[in-house]
């Protein structure tokens, strides 16, 4: 494992650098990272083996509570909107989750997919409130009462975002240690048994979806900062699908894979867009068959595989 | 009240037919392969694009218009031979029996692949052909004028549902498909080749749904992101009915063109909400759908 925590203090000093060594890709690294937020929240339902196809709603929701806030209250500090709507997410969350949590498999995915296309429907109709289509603007929020241009807010951010990054993944990583994790894991494995274990599947659930919404919503309010603009496409299903893509594309046996995921895919995309616009998602189909198929681990499991053999989960191991 | 009302049943129920010949696929594919296959839509797309491709060569080659009629046929039946058997053989089959989570992500790569090939092969413009509407004309009842198209469509939808019914109950194919659903260890042992039914009810899903597509281009036109709106239409659909459910697909189809016709008339900024509301609200009460049995088995 020691080899692990090197790498992954390599590659999070190379990411602290990107500001001065590659410019241009500091908003593509800000991106990355806070969709890499919504595919952590995404990996700990698959974990649970459920598939959201409808995670992009709480990434919306995220975002558009930022916007909210700045738009009605004109409370503008960066810390106090990544707060508010990671909490009102959470709230969303809890209260979606308390229904949904009860279903399992294709209903639960179908039922996730519902209630985002319900939410992305009222997003773009509600013209007066949401903006409808146009979606609405989010003027550059201040950082704890000071007033920055444009560019020096983008760097700000990104060292935020670098740095939640950082908090969330040890965080994830004790959470996944802890009793409540492998609880999670476990609804997987063998629900019934954790059941007569006296532990009610309903309550991890509740929890490991209200979690998985505020990550949700921590990342779409990054995005909402540091893009500056609020769409209801954020919360389309195939936005969803994107969000489980990455997920399972970084693997989903550790806190790193997603995020690893959404980084590559984010370089790869902007590497790609102009080479070949059109058929941007075309390779990005054919990436995630192949790592369907040959690397079910994700790129993460490549990192574990030759460093430690026994700590990866598969996605969709048989149930036993 | 019933002048004013015909016309709404009539652009319901030919909504209904559209939504229903997509929605029938997708139940059917799930029922038989236990797979809920998210490309659906594309093939309901591509069908579209092959039709109007079909429909706008008709024209320019100065052939007679009436053609576009088996043009609307042929391209479905042109997607379905071509793509059905390709697809399954090469992913779908792969995923059966896998996680849930796996077979969503394996139809989510082939749904990606597919939109960008068709914005490869038929660009980014909406095509919009409509022929064969314009062909029909429109027959006037009680001074309101009904296109003629549409109960054409009415018609089809019919016929596809007892096409499908007796299918299933009356022949051999449709009691090999029932056996292979019920039983597919059983039915391998009695020597049944289930490898060619998954084919076969694969490919019927897919000539659904592009069927769906060829039908829609004269009233609707046909652009980029149709595959994904009709995907998650279909869905509702097919989760109203109860999945698996062919009767099922066709009274969820009526029920959500009704809500969204209702509120085209009443709550114009509710109308792509609507089929999701009901979808909840159904899905909230019986799980399994309005029809769907607990163990969805059926067909």
Same mark, same amino acid.
């Given at each position: ?40 929240? $995404? /990996? ?19 975002? *558009? ?11 503008? &500090?960066?810390?106090? %909107? %990544? ?5 009102? +997410? ?24 519902? $209630? ?5 429907? %009222? ?23 000071? +007033? ?20 969330? =993944? ?19 494995? @063998? ?17 490991? *979806? ?13 995005? =909402? ?21 990455? =997920? ?42 192949? $790592? ?7 790129? *993460? ?20 | ?21 997509? /929605? ?23 069908? =579209? ?34 793509? #059905?058997?390709? !697809?399954e053989r090469t992913l779908i089959r792969w995923t059966y029996g896998r996680h849930e989570a796996i077979q969503i992500l394996v139809t989510f790569g082939l749904f990606l692949i597919l939109e960008d090939l068709q ?10 052909? &409509? ?8 027959t006037e009842i009680g001074g309101i004028f009904y296109l003629n198209y549409q109960l054409l469509l009415i018609v089809l939808?019919?016929? !596809? ?12 194919? #449709? ?7 019920? &039983? ?8 049944? @080749? ?21 039908? /829609?281009?004269? +009233? ?67 799980? @399994? ?11």
């Open positions: 494992m020691k080899i692990i925590y090197a790498l992954f203090a390599a590659a999070f000093a190379a990411l602290a650098i990107v500001p001065f060594a590659a410019p241009w890709l500091q908003f593509v690294l800000t991106i990355a990272i806070a969709k890499g937020f919504a595919a952590v929240g $995404v /990996a700990l339902l698959l974990r649970a083996g459920l598939i959201s196809i409808g995670h992009a709603m709480f990434y919306a929701a995220g975002a *558009y509570t930022a916007a909210f806030i700045v738009l009605w209250s004109g409370i503008s &500090d960066l810390f106090v %909107l %990544l707060i508010a709507s990671t909490l009102v +997410t959470a709230a969303i969350g809890a209260l979606v989750g308390a229904y949904l949590v009860r279903y399992r498999a294709i209903f639960f995915a179908m039922l996730n997919l519902a $209630v985002s296309m319900v939410f992305f429907a %009222l997003l773009s109709k509600l013209y007066g409130i949401t903006g409808g289509t146009d979606g609405l603007r989010v003027p550059v929020p201040t950082v704890l009462g000071t +007033t920055l241009t444009k560019a020096g807010f983008d760097i700000v951010l990104f060292y935020v975002a670098l740095a939640l990054m950082a908090i969330i =993944a040890g965080l994830g990583v004790q959470f996944l240690k802890s009793p409540l994790g492998h609880a999670v894991g476990a609804i997987h494995t @063998n629900e019934v048994r954790l059941e007569y274990l006296g532990v009610s599947a309903w309550s991890v659930l509740l929890i490991a *979806y209200t979690i998985s919404a505020a990550l949700a919503g921590l990342g779409g309010a990054i995005a =909402a900062v540091s893009i500056g603009h609020v769409l209801p496409e954020y919360a389309y299903w195939t936005e969803s699908g994107h969000l489980v893509l990455t =997920a399972v594309l970084g693997g989903i046996g550790g806190v790193a894979g997603p995020f690893i995921g959404s980084i590559f895919l984010e370089i790869v995309h902007t590497v790609a867009v102009g080479v070949a616009h059109n058929a941007w998602n075309l390779i990005m189909g054919a990436t995630l068959l192949l $790592v369907i198929f040959f690397l079910p681990q994700g790129l *993460y499991g490549l990192v574990t595989k030759s460093a430690d053999k026994t700590s990866s989960a598969k996605l969709g191991e048989n149930k036993s | 009240m019933l002048d004013m009302a015909l016309p709404l049943i009539m652009d319901a129920l030919a909504n209904a037919a559209l939504i229903f010949f997509v /929605a029938v696929g997708l139940t059917l594919v799930f029922s038989v392969q236990r797979i809920l296959n998210v490309a659906h839509g594309s093939f309901y797309s591509i069908g =579209a694009y092959i039709a109007a491709s079909m429909g706008l060569w008709l024209i320019s080659a100065g052939l007679n218009p009436w053609l576009s009629f088996p043009a609307l046929l042929l391209s479905a039946a042109l997607v379905a031979m071509v793509l #059905g058997p390709l !697809v914005r490869l092969v038929f660009g980014v413009r909406s095509i919009y052909q &409509d022929t064969p509407m314009a062909l029909l004309g429109v939808a019919l016929a !596809v549902l007892f096409g499908m019914r007796f299918l299933i109950k009356h022949t051999r194919l #449709g009691r090999l498909l029932v056996a292979v659903v019920a &039983d597919r260890e059983v039915s391998l042992a009695m020597g049944i @080749n289930t490898d060619r039914a998954f084919v076969l009810a694969f490919t019927l899903g897919v000539f659904l749904a592009a069927l769906g597509g060829a039908l /829609a281009t004269p +009233t609707t036109g046909v652009a980029p992101g149709l595959g994904a709106e009709t995907m998650v239409l279909a869905f509702a659909v097919a989760a109203i009915g109860g999945l698996g459910q062919i009767e099922g697909a066709a009274v969820a189809s009526i029920i959500v063109a009704g809500a969204k016709v209702l509120a085209v008339y009443y709550a114009p900024a509710f109308d792509t909400v609507a089929p999701f509301l009901v979808m909840l609200a159904v899905l909230l009460v019986r799980p @399994n759908g309005l029809f769907g049995t607990a163990t969805t088995r059926k067909i």
